[in-house]
């Protein structure tokens, strides 16, 4: 089995990608826990996204077992790990280990060259720049593409 994960910053069509490619692809796929998990807050912190880490990656890991060809994941810990160092200038040394411990074949990195589409727990209009994957503290080099739309 193939396990591709989505990522990239918010509002630049992880989802649809997603879901395009489970389709495409015929296989199984995750959906984004932050957003269910946040929906219900008002605001967040930094102990909030390992318990978000951890349900992403039970998530993850139970989609996995149904087996196929492919698994296609709507972000994953990598993600959620960037985003605390970015937001909250910490990182959790348990969601580091998720992170550093996921098992994706490719990460497809999407660029943020669509328009902005707001929601409630979309926060950062201003800056798009790319979430960037490729880390000094990585054990294994990660396998990545840029995905544009423009």
């Known amino acids: 089995m193939k396990r591709i ?3 990239g910053p ?3 069509g992880k989802t649809t990608l997603t879901k395009y490619l489970s389709k495409t692809l015929e296989c199984n796929y995750s959906e984004e826990y932050a957003r269910t998990y946040l929906d219900k807050k008002e ?3 930094v102990h909030d996204l390992i318990k978000i880490a951890k349900e992403q990656n039970r998530i993850i890991t139970n989609n996995i077992k149904k087996g196929n060809d492919y698994f296609i994941a709507d972000t994953s810990c990598l993600v959620i790990e960037l985003w605390s160092r970015i937001k909250f200038n ?5 969601l580091k280990y998720l992170s550093l411990n996921e098992d994706f074949d490719f990460y497809l990195l999407c660029k943020p060259d669509i328009p902005w589409e707001e929601d409630r ?7 798009l720049s790319l979430i960037h994957i490729s880390e000094p503290t990585r054990r294994t080099p990660i396998s990545y593409a840029v995905f544009c739309l423009k």
């Open 90 to 94: 910490h990182v959790d040394v348990d």
């Open 10 to 12: 918010e509002s630049s």
């Open 5 to 7: 994960s989505v990522v």
């Open 121 to 127: 727990l979309r926060e950062n209009p201003n800056d």
């Open 43 to 45: 605001t967040y912190d």
